[in-house]
């Protein structure tokens, strides 16, 4: 579980951008203001993110406050799972990214392994629907939906991309180094268990 000094702050300025949204009287909005500024001042207390970065990502949305949405591609070859080396830590994940508007999450899992992976694939099935607040991800300041979907490999080749420096297939028992902002070692036991038993249902939460 995620610590409540961060559940806090995530609730705290979803009340604020939400009320912000529709408040129509001016000292509605002033409160909607302080409060939002309390979520800033949290996240400063307790992480090395500075005020001003905090207000421009986390606390700069504007409209009625929902999840974010994490897409990974899911791909199964001899037995053993695709992941990606992020250059952005040098450890590996699941291809995969933010949802992106005028795209389904199959299509987003399709573009996300061929610009990460070099492979071409097409959707399978969907696997699951995670909370990533009730894994054992570092703090994140979002609240993020993680959609896990199985594809097949069709075509392309294996290489790096913009954001990755390599692609490779690796078996249960020998991971490499995971990016746990984006995956972990329990979530990837998890996709394993769909390529043992293809009946497998959906997995929620």
């Known amino acids: 579980m995620e610590p409540k000094?961060?559940?806090w702050a995530k609730q705290i300025q979803a009340?604020?951008?939400t009320g912000l949204t529709y408040a129509k009287d001016v000292y509605d909005i002033e409160r909607y203001e302080l409060l939002r500024q309390l979520s800033?001042?949290?996240l400063s207390e307790y992480t090395d993110i500075g005020k001003e970065t905090i207000k421009l990502t986390f606390a700069g949305d504007t409209g009625y406050a929902t999840p974010k949405v994490d897409i990974r591609a899911v791909v199964f070859q001899d037995d053993k799972i695709l992941l990606v080396r992020e250059k952005i830590d040098g450890a590996w994940a699941l291809p995969g990214g933010w949802a992106d508007i005028g795209l389904s999450p199959s299509e987003i899992a399709v573009k996300e392994a061929k610009?990460?992976?070099g492979l071409?694939?097409?959707p399978v099935r969907l696997l699951a629907v995670l909370d990533k607040k009730f894994h054992h991800h570092p703090p994140e300041p979002y609240h993020i939906y993680k959609l896990f979907i199985?594809?097949?490999i069709v075509g392309g080749r294996a290489a790096g991309g913009m954001e990755t420096s390599?692609?490779?297939f690796f078996d249960r028992d020998n991971l490499p180094?995971?990016?746990a902002q984006r995956n972990t070692t329990e979530q990837l036991r998890m996709m394993f268990e769909f390529l043992d038993d293809p009946a497998k249902e959906v997995l929620l939460d």
């Open 5 to 7: 000094w961060l559940a």
């Open 15 to 17: 009340i604020a951008q």
């Open 40 to 42: 800033i001042d949290i």
């Open 115 to 117: 610009e990460e992976s």
């Open 120 to 122: 071409d694939v097409e």
């Open 150 to 152: 199985q594809c097949r």
């Open 166 to 168: 390599e692609a490779g």
């Open 177 to 179: 180094e995971l990016s």
